[in-house]
């Protein structure tokens, strides 16, 4: 009697610790997140340097970025879902380690293939630490998976707006080679990773894992495979958007308004910041209106200023860049988070089909817009991009979720 009347608070309180938020956990993984994105958006930042340098076209430009990011697309999904099966939580260094070899190659390379070869290292990389670390991040979500995705992503956002600053602080004075100084950052997203490993092998069997693991979708066949290629069309819209300009707002800007790369690295990482804050913001605003509203206003809602940009001069272009940074970012978290409760216990196999679909797109979208630049110029394919977020009205087709399951 005695260890039925101890054994039930004991269940009681493992229930509570299931919905608790591991922010300490969260905080690792956003800062690793940081750094890997960080360290991935160097290669993006100095596409300008790299052009001059190997006397490079546009269209060259744009089968790097193919390079990195359907190496990405490709590798994650199947790499999400074969953890849901066999978690490694052991792989999360060795992402940070992928990484640091392309940089290495990046910062010692001669010739256009050298870079390519970078590109898919630094790809491989990313393969690897967004499936699990967004399971992590799920894992140490307790009760609120918006927020904890926001956190999430912030880290890789202002990761990657800060890469474009360092590439002008430090890259650009001293030559494509200082980027081999960028592997310390490696080393140490490594060793943080490896105390985040600890925990996730710790917590692999927890009741909180097996609970969602074992999670059946409350939607039909039929209601989860509309639901998804709705969430499909919207990420298309988004990413070749963000395509146009996480690899050529710099031209555009050096284009229309001439100036310096130097100074069009500032311009970029406003931008780049821009998209860290919206990001902070989607993901708890989901949590307490739902995420069909965030994706509501965050892709069509910001097609007026995308319609208006191309038109504008360099005080307004750099305003509505931040205003397009501020409210398209905000749609990712909750499409993702969004996608997980459709399908709840598959957040591997999600994750690293919706981080593949949105390097794939960007990818695609870099070689496809580089080539429209070549043809035409680097002010059309802003004029053509303007309209995608009008995509945003297939919405209308999402079921309502407003609470997480």
């Known amino acids: 009697m005695t260890t039925q009347a101890q054994h039930i608070p004991m269940q009681d309180s493992k229930l509570q610790d299931s919905k608790s938020t591991e922010f300490g956990i969260i905080a690792a993984i956003s800062f690793s997140h940081f750094l890997n994105d960080m360290m991935q958006s160097i290669l993006l930042a100095i596409y300008p340097i790299l052009k001059l340098n190997l006397h490079l076209s546009f269209s060259q430009i744009g089968l790097i970025s193919l390079c990195y990011q359907v190496t990405a697309s490709l590798l994650q999904p199947v790499i999400g879902l074969y953890t849901d099966r066999s978690p ?7 992402s940070m380690m992928l990484t640091m070899s392309g940089l290495i ?9 050298a870079v390519l070869v970078a590109a898919v290292l630094i790809g491989m990389g990313s393969s690897i630490f967004h499936p ?3 399971r992590v991040t799920r894992l140490a979500a307790g009760n609120r998976p918006g927020l904890s995705q926001s956190l999430f992503q912030v880290g890789g956002n202002m990761g990657s707006s800060v890469g474009p600053l360092l590439a002008a602080l430090i890259i650009f004075p001293h030559g494509v080679g200082s980027v081999v100084w960028f592997a310390f950052a490696a080393l140490t997203g490594a060793a943080i990773l490896s105390t985040v490993s600890h925990w996730y092998s710790q917590h692999l069997n927890s009741t ?10 409350e ?3 039929n209601k989860i495979i509309i639901s998804l290629l709705v969430l499909g ?10 395509a146009s300009f996480t690899n050529y707002y710099a031209f555009y800007l050096i284009e229309k308004f001439h100036l310096s790369m130097h100074d069009a690295q500032f311009y970029l990482f406003a931008f780049l910041f821009s998209v ?3 990001t902070i ?4 605003i989901g949590d307490k209106v739902g995420r069909k509203k965030v994706i509501w206003w965050s892709i069509l809602g910001v097609a007026p200023f995308t319609m208006l940009l191309p038109y504008v001069d360099l005080f307004w272009t750099c305003v509505l860049s931040v205003i397009i940074g501020l409210v398209l970012s905000s749609a990712f978290s909750a499409i993702l988070v969004f996608a997980q409760e459709l399908l709840p216990g598959r957040v591997g196999a999600i994750s690293g089909l919706f981080f593949g679909l949105a390097f794939g797109i960007a990818g695609i979208g870099a070689a496809l817009l580089g080539s429209l630049a070549d043809a035409t110029s680097v002010q059309h394919v802003y004029q053509l991009c303007a309209f995608m977020p009008l995509l945003g009205i297939v919405t209308m087709l999402l079921p309502d979720i407003k609470k997480t399951v």
């Open 208 to 217: 909180s894992h097996k609970a969602h693991t074992n999670k059946v979708s």
């Open 233 to 242: 069309i919207l990420m298309f819209s988004k990413f070749i958007y963000m």
């Open 276 to 278: 860290a804050v919206g």
């Open 88 to 94: 490694k939580p052991y792989s999360l260094p060795v």
């Open 281 to 284: 913001l989607g993901g708890p």
């Open 219 to 221: 939607f039909s066949k």
């Open 105 to 113: 190659v990046l910062g010692t390379a001669t010739q256009f293939e």
């Open 132 to 134: 699990e670390s967004s």
